[in-house]
């Protein structure tokens, strides 16, 4: 499985970001469920993880710091998962990860083999 995250750039403290991770699936992955994930990492700091969803019932999960303020959601198809995140704030700079894994390690970076290429995020005060 192969994931492109997209949607990052320049927005003002306060506004609303939503990202894509558009997610290529290979015959042999399309008989696996996944779960997908966003992440954001900071320079110098561990990946922190935001929300999943899964392929199967489309259950989400949330970290605690982000149940607030980011939604995850997919398309009908499952090809794209989506993150939006409202009222951002100048400490939500970073780079924004989507990942693919099993599901069985949902909240940790280790439960996750593939990774978009990240797309860089950046609030203005």
């Known amino acids: 499985v192969q994931l492109q995250a997209s949607g990052g750039g320049l927005v003002r403290a306060g506004d609303s970001l939503s990202l894509s991770c558009i997610i290529s699936?290979?015959?042999?992955?399309?008989?696996?469920?996944?779960?997908i994930g966003w992440f954001r990492q900071a320079p110098g700091k561990d990946r922190e993880f935001l929300c999943a969803i899964k392929d199967n019932g489309g259950g989400t999960t949330y970290a605690d710091s982000a149940k607030d303020r980011f939604t995850i959601s997919r398309d009908n198809a499952g090809n794209t998962v989506f993150l939006q995140a409202n009222s951002v704030k100048p400490e939500d700079t970073t780079v924004y990860y989507c990942a693919a894994g099993p599901g069985w390690n949902i909240a940790q970076a280790a439960g996750y083999n593939a990774w978009g290429q990240g797309t860089q995020v950046t609030v203005s005060s």
């Open positions: 699936r290979s015959r042999r992955s399309r008989a696996f469920e996944y779960a």
